[in-house]
């Protein structure tokens, strides 16, 4: 595709490569720090103690999803907005945006205040020595909810704008800052309220960071801070979907821990939600290709509906490729790799549910694609309307998967439901738009999938699993050049091989 003449969007094949670079970087080098900061944390926070700063990363994660939906309409719209040559018109959505969401985050922090005592004392299996310093740390949480949440807003203008480079270099800043602050804190306290206020502050001083950078790529946003009300209908038109898909999405995402929380103990979240972390980590490998297609699909589909197909496909092939090798041999060398990491204890709890964890994340990293063109289509009620129907069946079962088998029963149905989900997703395309694979990702590819994603749970010897894995990446590597690539993507890969090594 060719960069468009009236706007100052990139569509180009090199500037989408830039952008997925980019984002892959954003959230890759945080995942480095993560790996290297999880052990000394959990050894000086304890199990327990560890559990409850999960869940504190997990609220601040979905305190960003309580914008209504509107960072993501600021995407789509100001990218609209740029592209009809409009952008003076920006300023006053960006804060009639801005309003919405502080609005609905007051009201949220709210309730989730009056609502914290019961949760900590009733909800959660919270020792009694931690229950009030657990109940300070969620107070602190609550009133961080307008900055964490309005963020989403100023970074989805930033993606309107193409700046994926910006928003790259602040998002490692925050995700290093995450896992260090806590560390850096442990010298002088191992109190979860101050670590906790810490992450605060680094969220407030990211959000004027990127405020700064609203500023900067359109300056009209600080010398016009009007409310227009006008554009409150367009924004929620398109946000309203988004906002039950950012409620619902989480609840399935994050269930599992605060189930284990609920029926079995703190210190068991632990052991499920390490190697959580680690594996949903390579999410960010789909996640940075479909947020770059997102405006894209936004772009083509109406324009020329060929070229949105073939984005589709040619993303949803990509992704397979990359991420299945990496999941075949995380979850082949599952026990190892936690054992190194961090030690024995672990490897025998968490080995077994990093396997299913796997399994249900390349099916999670599949189905970003069709996710996002729906969203990118003005389509979003699609994916909506999926979660709110699993919604239910997936928490009942997820309960009583808890209770019958503990951490690996939650990872067993986490794995289920994201195939489930999976499959549904591209049905759903297919019969709506007629997006199917060609015959290279046929009915015999997937069976082969499946099959060689169960190797990794029958076979124990370590020499073995090294044999296998040699033989598994030669096999995949000759299959993945011979027919998976087209011709113009070979030529693409060789010149960009030359290039490196001339």
């Given at each position: 595709m060719e960069k468009q003449n009236n706007s100052e969007i990139a569509y180009s094949g090199t500037s989408i490569a830039k952008n997925t670079l980019y984002n892959l970087l954003g959230y890759g080098i945080p995942l480095i720090f993560a790996v290297i900061l999880i052990p000394p944390l959990v050894r000086g926070l304890g199990d327990e103690r560890f559990g409850i700063l999960n869940l504190a990363w997990i609220i601040i994660?979905?305190?960003?999803?309580?914008?209504?939906?509107?960072?993501?309409?600021?995407?789509?719209?100001?990218?609209?907005?740029?592209?009809?040559?409009?952008?003076?018109?920006?300023?006053?959505?960006?804060?009639?945006?801005?309003?919405l969401m502080l609005s609905f985050s007051f009201f949220i922090a709210i309730i989730l205040i009056f609502l914290i005592p019961y949760l900590v004392n009733n909800v959660f299996s919270i020792s009694e020595n931690i229950q009030s310093e657990t109940i300070e740390t969620f107070y602190a949480l609550a009133l961080a909810i307008p900055i964490v949440s309005t963020t989403a807003g100023l970074r989805g203008v930033l993606e309107a704008y193409q700046k994926f480079k910006i928003i790259s270099i602040i998002r490692v800043l925050l995700g290093?800052?995450?896992?260090?602050?806590?560390?850096?804190?442990?010298?002088?306290?191992?109190?979860?309220?101050?670590?906790?206020?810490?992450?605060?502050?680094?969220?407030?001083?990211?959000?004027?960071?990127?405020?700064?950078?609203?500023?900067?790529v359109n300056p009209g946003i600080k010398k016009e801070i009007k409310f227009d009300f006008v554009f409150i209908k367009p924004v929620l038109k398109f946000s309203i979907w988004i906002t039950i898909a950012n409620i619902v999405g989480p609840i399935i995402?994050?269930?599992?821990?605060?189930?284990?929380?609920?029926?079995?103990?703190?210190?068991?979240?632990?052991?499920?939600?390490?190697?959580?972390?680690?594996?949903?980590?390579?999410?960010?490998?789909?996640?940075a290709l479909s947020g770059v297609l997102f405006p894209i699909f936004s772009s083509s589909f109406y324009h020329d509906i060929n070229i949105s197909?073939?984005?589709?496909?040619?993303?949803?092939?990509?992704?397979?490729?990359?991420?299945?090798?990496?999941?075949?041999?995380?979850?082949?060398?599952?026990?190892?790799?936690?054992?190194?990491?961090?030690?024995?204890?672990?490897?025998?709890?968490?080995?077994?549910?990093?396997?299913?964890?796997?399994?249900?994340?390349?099916?999670?990293?599949?189905?970003?694609?069709?996710d996002n063109f729906f969203q990118g289509i003005g389509k979003p009620r699609i994916p909506a309307i999926i979660m709110l129907i699993e919604l239910p069946v997936y928490i009942f079962i997820m309960w009583y998967s808890i209770e019958l088998g503990g951490i690996n029963g939650a990872a067993i149905t986490y794995m289920c439901a994201a195939t489930i989900n999976a499959i549904v997703m591209y049905c759903v395309a297919y019969d709506l738009f007629h997006y199917k694979f060609d015959s290279d990702f046929n009915i015999l590819t997937i069976l082969i999938t499946i099959?060689?994603?169960?190797?990794?749970?029958?076979?124990?010897?370590?020499?073995?699993?090294?044999?296998?894995?040699?033989?598994?990446?030669?096999?995949?590597?000759?299959?993945?050049?011979?027919?998976?690539?087209?011709?113009?993507?070979?030529?693409?890969?060789?010149?960009?091989?030359?290039?490196?090594?001339?």
């Open positions: 994660g979905y305190f960003s999803l309580f914008d209504l939906g509107i960072g993501r309409g600021l995407t789509k719209i100001t990218a609209e907005k740029i592209g009809l040559n409009q952008k003076e018109v920006i300023p006053r959505l960006f804060w009639t945006s801005l309003l290093t800052l995450t896992f260090l602050g806590p560390l850096v804190f442990l010298i002088l306290t191992n109190s979860l309220f101050w670590i906790v206020v810490f992450l605060i502050i680094i969220r407030i001083m990211i959000w004027v960071l990127y405020l700064f950078q609203c500023f900067k995402l994050y269930s599992d821990r605060f189930l284990i929380g609920a029926l079995i103990s703190a210190a068991a979240i632990t052991y499920y939600a390490t190697p959580y972390e680690v594996i949903t980590k390579l999410l960010l490998i789909s996640g197909k073939k984005i589709f496909l040619r993303g949803v092939k990509f992704i397979f490729l990359i991420l299945f090798p990496l999941v075949f041999l995380i979850s082949m060398f599952s026990h190892e790799f936690m054992q190194l990491w961090l030690g024995k204890k672990f490897a025998l709890s968490s080995s077994l549910v990093l396997q299913f964890l796997s399994v249900g994340i390349f099916m999670n990293g599949i189905s970003s694609i069709p099959i060689t994603l169960i190797i990794p749970f029958i076979i124990s010897a370590i020499y073995l699993k090294i044999i296998v894995a040699i033989i598994f990446l030669l096999i995949f590597n000759f299959i993945s050049w011979k027919y998976f690539l087209s011709v113009e993507e070979k030529i693409f890969i060789i010149s960009k091989i030359k290039v490196k090594f001339n």
